[in-house]
């Protein structure tokens, strides 16, 4: 149930709303909107009757929530979420680029791929410190020292920085260091996670799961604002499917059903729904047209190289030619589209 204020409603008449949704031993979260204020019923095991709230002073409608996720949909809260991140505003109708190497894996290397990607165009840097490899014997990633080598990052280019947390164990490490906080495919239902997330001051990026449906991806989403961090981006990235001629398969569909879903931002990462380089540029430009908040693209300076992921990776020279095309085909949406 959502309860829709008067745009005149008084501070008092919200607190007595409030106040009658806690006496029912419900949960009630008010959502400031632009103009009134809506306050979220929650927890609620069963239907909530509207004559409840109808006649109490200030209350315009109360209107049932018909979705099994609440907090992340739009029949809760309308607008479009926007997040802040330094002097990079997420969901307001502009592109976000996000670019770096799969994981951290010198300073050197990591400062020399930045410089690039902040060069053509990049608003963020990526790189993994900590990562979650198919196999135990492969590069696991640099830990702490890889966040320090982003904290230095940021402080050399004024990129802000994405990495993912992998467990509780090392939530406030990741937390103290980053500017997002990713939560990968194989994490997107480590519930544990979601809820440390949810209690997290920082944004989170959650990735969606390799073969999550919609809805378990916006139920994920749920557990981390219903813990009341609402600074929430989602990220398409592939799923699994019977194809070969790539490692996942970008699910470009859910970008119109999460836009009509959920207020929240979404991005695609076409680097890990393709797996070969060659296909990263054509699925950015498809996402960029199917209406994404922004992009994150796997980017190396020299990939043959690269301790994971590199023949996903894109040269610093492809990853000009992206941002190029991709802010050409963002901009011919600005003046074609009236998005939602
Ligand atoms: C990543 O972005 O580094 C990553 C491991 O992605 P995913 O969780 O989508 O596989
Ligand atoms: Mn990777």
């Known amino acids: 149930m959502l309860i829709v204020m008067e745009q005149s409603a008084t501070a008092q008449q919200i607190q007595s709303v ?6 029912s031993g419900w949960v009630a979260r008010p959502i400031p909107g632009g103009e009134r204020v809506s306050i979220g019923v929650l927890n609620n095991k069963g239907p909530v009757d509207p004559a409840a709230f109808l006649g109490l002073p200030g209350v315009k409608d109360a209107i049932p929530v018909t979705r099994p996720y609440k907090l992340v949909s739009r029949e809760l809260k309308s607008e479009n979420t926007t997040i802040r991140v330094g002097p990079v505003t997420i969901g307001d109708g502009s592109l976000t680029l996000i670019a770096g190497p799969c994981a951290i894996e010198s300073e050197e290397r990591a400062l020399e791929i930045a410089r690039q990607v902040a060069d053509a165009g990049a608003h963020l840097f990526r790189g993994g410190a900590y990562k979650p490899r198919t196999s135990p014997y492969t590069f696991q990633g640099l830990g702490e020292k890889g966040l320090e080598i982003l904290a230095k990052v940021r402080l050399e280019t004024g990129l802000p920085v994405i990495t993912e947390v992998m467990d509780d164990e090392t939530f406030d490490l990741v937390e103290a260091y980053t500017d997002i906080i990713q939560i990968g495919t194989r994490n997107m239902q480590n519930f544990s996670l979601l809820r440390r997330a949810g209690r997290a001051t920082k944004p989170v990026m959650l990735k969606r799961g390799m ?15 219903q813990g009341g961090n609402t600074q929430v981006i989602l990220c398409e990235r592939g799923v699994r499917t019977f194809v070969q001629h790539s490692r996942n398969t970008l699910d470009l569909s859910a970008l119109p059903v999460v836009r009509k879903e959920s207020h929240l931002p ?12 060659h296909q990263v540029i054509p699925l950015s430009r498809a996402a960029v047209a199917a209406n994404a908040d922004g992009l994150m693209v796997e980017v190396h300076t020299e990939p043959e190289k690269a301790l994971s992921d590199g023949a996903q990776s894109l040269y610093p020279h492809q990853f000009r030619q992206l941002c190029r095309q991709a802010r050409a085909i963002s901009d011919v949406l600005k003046v074609v589209v009236d998005t939602p």
């Open 18 to 23: 409030v106040r009658v949704i806690e006496a």
């Open 211 to 225: 073969s999550a449906t919609l809805d378990e991806w916006l139920m994920a989403a749920e557990y981390i604002l």
């Open 266 to 277: 979404i991005f695609v990462d076409p680097s890990h729904a393709a797996g070969r380089r």
